[in-house]
C-alpha cells in the first residue's frame, strides 16, 4: 500500500516537472544575426546563435545545416560531443563549438579558413527546444590595386588601375589629389577604357585607363570599393612633370608628321610618274614587237611566193648561176657527204645546178627554203633581173599579199602597157603610204621585202639592202619626175622601173 502511494507520488511529480520544463521553454528564444556575417576568404568567422534568457545547452543537442546544399550537416553536437560522422566533406576539420560557452547558451560555430564557396544561409537547431534561427554568411575576396604610368596621349598621361580577385564584383574609381573622380579616357585599339574579367573560380579583375592632366602635385588614387563586404581598397601614385607632353614636343610631332607626309606624297608622286612611264615603254614594246611580228610574216609570205616564182623557172638557173659552190656549202650540213662530193666534182656549172636540184627535191622543204635563201644571197643580181623580166607575174604573185593592186590580174598587158601598170602601181604605192606610214604590217603599202631574200650586190640594192623601182611619170598629173618608189623600212625590196 506504501509502495503504491509512493509510485503515484512519484508519477506526480514527474508531471509537475515535464509541465513546468514545457512552460518554460517557450519563453526561451533562440537568436542569432540581425544582419548577415561577412567575412573575408582565407579568414576565420563565427556565426552568433545564443539561447535567451542564458539556458545551459551542455546536455541539449545542436545542429548546425545549410539549407542551400542537398547534404545539409555542417556540424552536431549530441550527448556531450561533437557527432560529425555524416559532416559534409567540405567542413571536414573547419568547424567546432565553443564547449566552454554551452552553460552560457552560447552554440555559435566557429569556421575557419573560410572559402568563397561556404557562402550561403545557416541554421542553427535545437531540437530540444524546437527552436531554430538562420543566419547568411556572405564571403568576400579583395586585392591591393596596382596603378601604373602606360604612356602620354594628347597633353596627357595615361594611367592604367587594375585590381584582381575580388568577390562579390566591385567598384574601381581614379582620384585626383583632391578627391574628384577622373573619368575614363575613350577606348583605342590597344586597351578598352574599362573592363572587368570574369574568373573560373568566380573572382573579378577590374581594369580602367585614365587619363589625367597636369595638377599641382601630380598626385593620384586608385580605389576599388566592394559595398556589398564592406571594403576598399586604394593605391596612390605620383606622376613625374617630366612625363606629361610638353609643347615643343607636340610641335616636333606635328612637324616630323607633316615632313613624313610631304615626303610620302613626293615618293608617290615620282613612283606613280615612273609607273607610267614604264607603262608608256611598254605599250611601245609591244607595238613595236606587233609591228616587227607582222613585218616578218610579210616577209615570210613574199619568200615562200618568191621561192615559188624562182623554182618554177629552174632551166634559167641552171643556165646562168655561176656561184653553185658557195651555195652548195650553204646546204653542206644540211644534206648527204657523198652528194657533196658529187656536186664539187662536176665538170660544168650547169651539171653542178642539176645535181644540186636533185638534193633540193630529195630534201624536203627545210633543204628547198635554204636553197633559195643562198640563191638569193649569192645571186641577186640573177634573181633581181628574173623579177624584172617578168613584172606582171610578180604583181599577180605580191600584189594583192602587199595590198599594192588587189584583185587584178594584168598578166595579159602587153609591152608598154606592163610598164605603164608598173608606173601606176608605184604612183599608188606612194600615195598609200603617206596616208598609213603610222599603221602595222599588212595595212602599211609595201612592193616587196626583198633585203633577206636577196642580200647585197645588187646594182639596185640601196645602202640598207632595198631594191628600188623608180617610176618616170612625164605626163602623169600625180607622179612627177624622178619620184622614187621605195617599198618599207629596212629590209624591204623595191623595183626600179624607167618609163621611156
Not at 321 to 343: F, G, H
Not at 357 to 374: C, H, N, R, W
Request: charged share 25%; with cysteine.
Amino acid at each position: 500500500m506504501k509502495t503504491s502511494a509512493a509510485w503515484c507520488f512519484n508519477g506526480i511529480i514527474l508531471c509537475i516537472g515535464v509541465s513546468l520544463r514545457a512552460t518554460g521553454s517557450s519563453q526561451i528564444q533562440l537568436v542569432g544575426s540581425a544582419d548577415p556575417v561577412v567575412a573575408l576568404a582565407g579568414d576565420d568567422v563565427v556565426l552568433p546563435c545564443y539561447l535567451k534568457p542564458n539556458v545551459s545547452a551542455v546536455d541539449m543537442m545542436v545542429e548546425w545545416t545549410r539549407s542551400d546544399l542537398k547534404t545539409e550537416r555542417v556540424h552536431l553536437y549530441r550527448e556531450g560531443r561533437d557527432s560529425n560522422g555524416h559532416q559534409l566533406t567540405s567542413y571536414r576539420g573547419r568547424t567546432s563549438l565553443f564547449k566552454e560557452e554551452l552553460k552560457n547558451g552560447n552554440v555559435s560555430l566557429k569556421l575557419t579558413r573560410v572559402t568563397l564557396s561556404d557562402a550561403g544561409h545557416y541554421k542553427c537547431f535545437i531540437p530540444t527546444l524546437m527552436k531554430e534561427t538562420t543566419i547568411p554568411l556572405i564571403v568576400g575576396a579583395v586585392s591591393q590595386p596596382v596603378i601604373s604610368i602606360n604612356g602620354t596621349k594628347d597633353w596627357g598621361v595615361v594611367l592604367k588601375c587594375v585590381s584582381g580577385g575580388w568577390y562579390p564584383q566591385p567598384e574601381l574609381e581614379l582620384l585626383d589629389s583632391h578627391g574628384n573622380i577622373v573619368s575614363a579616357t575613350e577606348p583605342t585599339e590597344t586597351s578598352d577604357s574599362s573592363e572587368t574579367e570574369i574568373h573560373p573560380e568566380g573572382r573579378y579583375t577590374v581594369r580602367q585607363y585614365v587619363t589625367v592632366q597636369k595638377t599641382d602635385d601630380n598626385r593620384f588614387t586608385c580605389r576599388v570599393v566592394q559595398l556589398q563586404i564592406n571594403q576598399t581598397r586604394e593605391t596612390q601614385i605620383h606622376v613625374p612633370d617630366d612625363m606629361f607632353p610638353s609643347v615643343w614636343w607636340i610641335v616636333g610631332i606635328v612637324a616630323g608628321a607633316v615632313v613624313a607626309f610631304a615626303a610620302f606624297a613626293v615618293l608617290l608622286y615620282f613612283c606613280r610618274k615612273q609607273r607610267n612611264k614604264l607603262k608608256k615603254e611598254a605599250k611601245k614594246n609591244r607595238d613595236l614587237q606587233t609591228k616587227l611580228d607582222e613585218e616578218e610574216n610579210i616577209r615570210q609570205h613574199v619568200e615562200k611566193k618568191v621561192v615559188g616564182f624562182l623554182d618554177a623557172r629552174r632551166p634559167k638557173l641552171v643556165d646562168n648561176v655561176t656561184k653553185v659552190m658557195p651555195i652548195a656549202d650553204a646546204l653542206k650540213s644540211m644534206i648527204q657527204e657523198q652528194r657533196y662530193r658529187n656536186i664539187s666534182a662536176a665538170e660544168t656549172n650547169v651539171e653542178k645546178m642539176n645535181l644540186l636540184f636533185a638534193v633540193v627535191d630529195s630534201g624536203g622543204e627545210e633543204v628547198k627554203s635554204a636553197f633559195y635563201k643562198s640563191l638569193m644571197k649569192e645571186e641577186p643580181d640573177l634573181v633581181l633581173d628574173m623579177l624584172k623580166a617578168e613584172p606582171d607575174r610578180v604583181i599577180n604573185l605580191l600584189g594583192e599579199e602587199l595590198g599594192i593592186y588587189p584583185n587584178t590580174d594584168v598578166v595579159d598587158h602587153p609591152g608598154k602597157a606592163e610598164e605603164e601598170v608598173l608606173s601606176g602601181i608605184a604612183c599608188q604605192h606612194r600615195t598609200q603610204r603617206n596616208i598609213s606610214q603610222n599603221e602595222s604590217g599588212r595595212d602599211r603599202v609595201e612592193m616587196m621585202e626583198m633585203q633577206p631574200l636577196l642580200g647585197p650586190g645588187s646594182e639596185t640594192v640601196g645602202a640598207a639592202g632595198n631594191v628600188e623601182m623608180e617610176t618616170d611619170s612625164r605626163g602623169s598629173g600625180e607622179c612627177r619626175d624622178g619620184d622614187r618608189q621605195t617599198v618599207g623600212a629596212a629590209g624591204n625590196v623595191e623595183m626600179e622601173t624607167d618609163r621611156q
